[in-house]
């Protein structure tokens, strides 16, 4: 569906489960990825969410799990990172896809020296996956794109994943729709209703997967999507969640409660 509804949908704690995208959903998209914080009300809020829905919270991003805990201090909550390549599970114990040794060294060698060559853009490294950044240099949009197609083809077990003005390499089978699945499965997420709120082309995977368990995917910002609903910008995510939390008793929602 190209023209979701913009409208925030009704959903209740107790039958309902979360999941996250982080960058340009929770946090607002800046300039360079290391800028980037979920300002501490929505962490409360997201304290208050998850301890109201019974812990079935979680976050679905293309960051590095340690990331996501840096950017969501001091919550620890069931995380799936670089767009499912690592998952943790709601027990902590995390699952995580690898790449032969010689492959990862070989291919970032191979794009630190290109985009040496390409002043402006920016590695980012998660060991099994790769974002080639051009935000700040759109002009090599074109070569950095060509460079990721070149890599994809000389390591089949890598994949293509575009984004907003970055082009990632991922392992192949990996998306954040079977790292739903993956929580979907999980007591804690099982037979509740899904919602998944998310702003890029890799969310796609997982609004797929919460449409087909009947659940609520909520598209942030502009662009096609098969979601649902749409919320404009980051602000409205923060609106909806403040919203949302704002019914819950006071007992249920102070700050330190163990999570699980
Ligand atoms: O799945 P997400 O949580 O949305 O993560 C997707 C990627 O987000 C980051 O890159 C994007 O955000 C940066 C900071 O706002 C921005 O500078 C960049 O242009 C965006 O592409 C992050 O750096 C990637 O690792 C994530 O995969």
């Known amino acids: 569906m190209n023209h979701p509804a913009v409208i925030a949908p009704v959903v209740t704690l107790d039958n309902h489960a979360f999941f996250f995208d982080v960058d340009g959903t929770l ?44 950017l969501t201090a001091p919550l620890r909550l069931p995380l799936a990172g670089v767009h499912g390549a690592e998952r943790r599970d709601v027990a902590g114990k995390v699952h995580c896809i690898s790449l032969p040794d010689e492959v990862s060294k070989s291919v970032l060698q191979q794009l630190r020296q290109v985009l040496a060559t390409l002043p402006g853009t920016l590695l980012e490294s998660k060991g099994m996956a790769f974002a080639l950044h051009f935000r700040n240099a759109p002009e090599y949009a074109d070569e950095v794109q060509d460079l990721a197609e070149k890599m994809v083809m000389q390591f089949p077990q890598l994949v293509l994943q575009p984004g907003k003005c970055v082009v990632e390499l991922k392992p192949k089978g990996v998306d954040k729709g079977l790292a739903l699945h993956q929580f979907m499965q999980e007591a804690l997420f099982s037979g509740r209703i899904p919602v998944f709120v998310g702003d890029d082309v890799t969310d796609e995977t997982g609004f797929g997967v919460v449409n087909a368990l009947g659940g609520v995917a909520i598209k942030v910002g502009q662009g096609q999507t098969q979601a649902s609903f749409r919320m404009d910008n980051v602000e409205e995510v923060h609106r909806w969640l403040e919203k949302l939390t704002s019914q819950l008793h006071q007992d249920t929602t102070f700050i330190g409660k163990e999570l699980r």
């Open 27 to 70: 946090a607002a998209i800046q300039s360079r990825p290391d800028e980037v914080f979920i300002p501490s009300s929505v962490i409360t809020c997201l304290q208050k969410l998850s301890v109201g829905c019974g812990n079935a919270l979680a976050l679905v991003s293309g960051r590095p799990l340690s990331e996501l805990d840096a």
